[in-house]
């Protein structure tokens, strides 16, 4: 951790969420980088490093998760990935992750980037078009209604994807704890590979905020990668 912040708190209900506070007061408004990718593709591993890489240059840093993130996020993602909650609608579903988002955005990440602390969060938005519009096939023109009013229109300056095959991402996570086995790992390939498909769609159209990253490589290439690219859009030197 550098030596400009202190740690102002840290969530007991997720390690990974750390907030860190500048000792000097910044003006500029933050920089908001998600992480999207398929089951297996290292996000979390990823973040850890960027964070850490960004906070050894003096940095300010948060980093979070989708669903969670918060207390009451917490709650939904214990109810929304409930392996034993297969009753639930698709349009519960969406509307919990929604809920899950709208808490995190106007609690957590608002505040930060504006208090100038640069947010990377582990799913946003577009996790919601790639696995409930591209993968269960609901509209994606409504849900992208819906998260504009569930991010109350904050859209990401970055967004890493990292990609991967689904047989591979899907594999890597098998042969992981099988605590983190969720109820949407246990779904068929033909659905990871309409996600796979569905975030490539989503990387296509909006190529200036998306940045494709080849996860089938070594955690320290792919670390190196996002790093160089984070470099070639000026936000560090
Ligand atoms: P998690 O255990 O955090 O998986 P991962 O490490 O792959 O992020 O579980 C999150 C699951 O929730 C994951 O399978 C993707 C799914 N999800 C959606 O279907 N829609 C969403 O909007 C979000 C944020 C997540």
Redesign the pocket.
Known sequence: MGGNHTVASAYSVDSRVVILVPKTNHRSRGLFITFEGP?GSG??TQIQLLSRALEARGLCVLAT???GGTHIGEQIRAIV?DTANTEMSPRAETLL?NAARAQIVDQVIMPALERGTHVLC??YAD??LA??GFGHGQSVAQLRQLGDYATNGLKPDITIYLDIAPEVGLRRKQTGDSE?W?R??QLELAYHRAVHQGYLQLAQDEPERWQVVDAERDESVIHQDILARIKSLGLIS
Do not use: A, C, I, V
Request: aromatic share 16%.
């Open positions: 089951e996000k979390s998760r989708e669903p990935l992750y582990d799913r996790s919601t696995y409930q983190g969720n949407f790992e």
